[in-house]
Nanobody, 122 residues
Framework: VQLQASGGGLVLAGGSLRVSCAAS????????MAWFRQTPGKEREFVAV????????YVADSVKGRFTISRINANNTVFLQMNTLKPDDTAVYYC????????????????WGQGTLVTVSS
């Protein structure tokens, strides 16, 4: 499974942005997909995860009510819609694929994209 994240950029605080992750590979649709984020000097932080068929998802408390994860299996794409962005949301956002949507730890996920930078300015 190969993952390609895109859609990052610069946005003002309070604004919205949607990042995407395109998955390729014959078995890509079978995997739960997640988003993590990382800032320099900090651990990679779990943000959200969605089940392989899209009917269950979970977002971290730090972004609950502002971020939404979704997926379109027809084209193996996962989205992270980010609303009411704050400067603390500034990070490189990574998509990942894993065997279960119950996973939350970085080491539980098998495949990673290259990351896309989101910068929120105040």
């Amino acid at each position: 499974v190969q993952l390609q994240a895109s859609g990052g950029g610069l946005v003002l605080a309070g604004g919205s942005l949607r990042v995407s992750c395109a998955a390729s590979g014959r078995t890509a649709y079978q995997y739960a997909m997640a988003w993590f984020r990382q800032t320099p000097g900090k651990e990679r932080e779990f943000v959200a995860v969605i089940k392989w068929n899209g009917d269950l998802s979970y977002v971290a408390d730090s972004v609950k009510g502002r971020f939404t994860i979704s997926r379109i299996n027809a084209n193996n794409t996962v989205f992270l819609q980010m609303n009411t962005l704050k400067p603390d949301d500034t990070a490189v956002y990574y998509c990942a694929a894993g065997r279960s949507w119950s996973f939350r730890r970085r080491d539980e996920f098998d495949y990673w994209g290259q990351g896309t930078l989101v910068t929120v300015s105040s």
